[in-house]
């Protein structure tokens, strides 16, 4: 079974820097595609961006792109999410999702596979 675990979340002034990190186990992702959704109260779960694990492809939501980026560590079996120049907008639960297919698919309903999120908040 796979299991996600979230990391790295917290209270961070805004234009600052967070990373977070998501461990996944239970087996190899070579074949998988990773997201990062995230949640703020009132709203739907979006997707921030994704990750091809086999050869590193990433995509992003126009709201994060030049600001967020993705990348893994094969030999750790982690994805990573570095967050900068931060907005108060950004302030969410964070969740890292995985998907048995080696494509990045934008919609939640995709993905198999969630950990439990991370609260990222954003102070002005």
């Known amino acids: 079974q796979v299991q996600l675990v979230e990391s790295g979340g917290g209270l961070v002034q805004a234009g600052g820097s967070l990373r977070l990190s998501c461990a996944g186990s239970g087996r190899t992702f070579s074949s998988y595609s990773m997201a990062w959704f995230r949640q703020a109260p009132g709203k739907d779960r979006e997707f921030v961006g994704g990750?091809?694990?086999?050869?590193?492809?990433?995509a992003y939501a126009d709201s994060v792109k030049g600001r967020f980026t993705i990348s893994r560590d094969n030999a750790k079996n982690t994805m990573y999410l570095q967050m900068n120049s931060l907005k108060p907008e950004d302030t969410a639960v964070y969740y890292c999702?995985?998907?048995?297919?080696?494509?990045?698919?934008?919609?939640?309903?995709?993905?198999?596979?969630w950990g439990q999120g991370t609260q990222v908040t954003v102070s002005s």
């Open positions: 990750i091809t694990w086999s050869s590193g492809g990433t």
């Open positions: 999702a995985a998907n048995p297919v080696p494509w990045i698919l934008r919609n939640k309903e995709a993905y198999d596979y």
